[in-house]
């Protein structure tokens, strides 16, 4: 059961289907601290996400450079 979340039969179409979430959320591009900030409030449902997800981005940013 989905619990009142979306299920899709692929991790594929859970992509595609955040991508134009995203779109239609944020159709002007908003500064990282904003972005984060409404994912926290409207995705996530881990009260350390918005930790966790500065953590990871740290990672990948500085393996970028």
């Known amino acids: 059961k989905s619990k009142g979340y979306a ?3 692929s ?8 991508i134009l979430w995203e779109k ?3 159709k002007n591009k908003p500064s990282k601290d904003v972005y984060i900030n409404k994912i926290c409030k409207t995705y996530a449902r881990d009260p350390h996400y918005k930790s966790k997800l500065n ?6 940013f500085n393996k970028q450079k």
């Open 7 to 9: 299920s899709y039969a």
């Open 11 to 18: 991790w594929q179409e859970s992509v595609i289907d955040f």
């Open 24 to 26: 239609y959320r944020f």
């Open 55 to 60: 953590s990871y981005m740290k990672k990948f």
